[in-house]
């Protein structure tokens, strides 16, 4: 595959650079449907190749899998921007069964749960063995949130997570061992909660910042404009729905977000633009996102994301997206 010189953008106040185009990891790793030990390492080779220099993924994903292939992949590159997560540990136990369910063809460990300050520094020290590297730029505190664990025991993680895990990403940054900490979550509401126990350079915010959603811009957004938090942009696709699919938040999607998708399918259908390369581009029109990082489970489904990426977009669909009230009024749009 031919390389590509990709733009990169700083994240938040950091002196992180980030390809506008990133490598998402989790799908790779089996997310509830299986994927071959070749086509991971095809994905992930190929989007390098490609010249994209931001990859992002976490222990959770295929119980250490994922961690793998990247660590396979990246190790000895000194230009890549590597980002993992924090706040759970692999242990050598029975896997739920419907855990393991989720993600076929995962590491024989069992995820479980902790923000504590030992746990944090556990993971890291962890994920730099599983990756065989001696550097992590990026570490996030993975999946808080009350529609992750329901409001009375998130209300219990979120505490764990705002003292102790802080504290930890905080003393590694400090010590440079990590130049940027964060939150890698798919709830806005969070993110706004956790700037009130410390300062973040940057949230990994996986579909709420999207061609379907613009809701970050009325309160998220401003906050990270305000303390300089950079954002990186997951789940492009609202996972699936943008991508021609009828998923949205991982489950079934709503009447009204079908009926919401179909009609901005038919602004990019009037334009000749494929839907999902009008979703890939639209979350960059926001300076705050640095980086938009969309998964692949082959190198078939990378190339069509970055030729996605790569597609030129007219004015006008932005234009008659907002004219046809499918765009908040005052999102920013890609120039």
Known sequence: ???????????GNTDLKLTELGLGCAAMAGNH????????????????????QFVDTAPFYGFG???????????GRDDIVLSTKAGRLLKKEPIPPEVAADWPGSFPFNPVYDYTYDGVMRSFEDSL??????????????????????????????????????KALDELRSSGEIKAIGLGVNEREVCIAAMEHGHWDTFLLAGRYTLLEQTPIHDLF?????AGTGIILGGPYNSGILAGGDTWNYAKAPADVIDKAKAISRVCDSH????????????LGSPLVASIIPGARSQQEMEQNIAYFNTNIPASLWSDLRSENLLDEQAPIPT
């Open 1 to 11: 595959m031919t390389s590509n010189s990709y733009k990169a953008r700083k994240l």
């Open 33 to 52: 449907r299986p994927v071959g030990n070749r086509d991971i390492h095809d994905a992930i080779k190929s989007g390098l190749a490609a010249g994209i």
């Open 65 to 75: 899998r994922s961690e793998h292939f990247v660590g396979a992949a990246v190790r």
């Open 129 to 166: 063995q599983r990756l065989g590297v001696d550097r992590i730029d990026v570490l996030l505190l993975h999946d808080i949130g009350e529609m992750q664990h329901g409001p009375e025991l998130n209300k219990r993680l979120f505490a764990d997570a705002m003292s102790g895990g802080y």
């Open 222 to 226: 401003p906050a990270c404009e305000k």
């Open 272 to 283: 000749n633009i494929p839907l999902c390369a009008a979703a890939l581009q639209y979350p």
